[in-house]
C-alpha cells in the first residue's frame, strides 16, 4: 500500500479522502495545506505541514513511494 499526502484541505480533499478510503488502494498519510493550522483535522486527517513539504515527503518516499493528489 502506497503512502499518500493530499495537497489541499478543502472540499475536493475531502471527496478524495471518501474515494480513496473506499478504494483502500492507499495509506493517507496527512494533509497540506497553507492556510489551515498544522494539526487541524479534516475527515480525521490531520494537517502535516504546507506545500513546503512535498519534497521532503517525495523524499522520505525514495522519490516515488509517495503520491500526491492536488485540488
Known amino acids: 500500500m502506497k503512502d499518500l499526502a493530499l495537497i489541499g484541505g478543502g472540499g475536493h480533499c475531502r471527496s478524495c479522502i471518501d474515494v480513496i478510503e473506499h478504494e483502500g488502494k492507499f495509506r493517507i498519510l496527512g494533509i497540506l495545506d497553507k ?5 487541524t483535522p479534516v475527515l ?5 505541514g504546507d506545500d ?3 519534497q521532503e ?3 522520505e518516499g525514495g522519490g516515488g513511494g509517495y503520491t500526491s493528489l492536488s485540488p
Open 35 to 39: 492556510n489551515l493550522k498544522i494539526g
Open 57 to 59: 515527503l517525495a523524499m
Open 44 to 48: 480525521g486527517y490531520s494537517i502535516i
Open 52 to 54: 513546503s513539504r512535498i
